[in-house]
């Protein structure tokens, strides 16, 4: 059944444009009734996505006792601290029928001279990855762990934490006097 919906997109867009407005003009509602099926559908994992998002942003920031955690309106989470610049990000992948199938980390670089920082380290940690340079940026995928997998998600993040706050010249600029 799924092979023949398949086949309907892909064969749309081989017809010419006038049996394509015919086809919006004779089944406007139906369309119309798809397209708030599949807003529902998104927003329904989007909703899940980010309310998970939240309580993993709130558990490592308890775990590296570290509040600039930030979860992007729910979209992700990522920590930005590090200097030179580099960025841990995490998020989830659904499938059909998990919202939180898969929870990818990544950690990216905007530069070149950043990346130089921390390059031969990375490379080293994760042997198995191949950057992905994007213009200026690199983009390095450390790990998918499965996300309804709470203990194996946060122990990766606080390794990959750890692991970059050894490598920096400095994580946080603690106040030496007080005001």
Known sequence: MMNHYTN?????????IEDIANFFHDNAGQIDTLIQLYQAYNKRI????????????????TITTDDQWSDMEGLELTYDQFMPNITITGGFASN?????HTFNIEI???????WNHY?????????GQEPIIKGDSTILHIAARPGNETTTI????????????????????????SH
Not at 8 to 16: C, E, Q, R, V, Y
Not at 119 to 127: A, D, F, G, Q, V
Not at 154 to 177: A, K, P
């Open 8 to 16: 309907f997109i892909k064969d749309f867009d081989a017809l010419p």
């Open 46 to 61: 989007l909703n899940i996505q980010c309310k998970r998002i939240h309580e993993l942003k709130q558990a490592i920031t």
């Open 96 to 100: 059909a029928t998990d919202p939180l």
């Open 108 to 114: 990216s670089v905007p530069d070149d001279h950043s």
């Open 119 to 127: 390059e031969n380290h990375l490379i080293s940690r994760y042997p």
């Open 154 to 177: 946060l122990s990766t993040l606080e390794e990959v934490y750890s692991f970059l706050s050894s490598l920096t010249v400095n994580t946080f600029f603690h106040s030496l006097t």
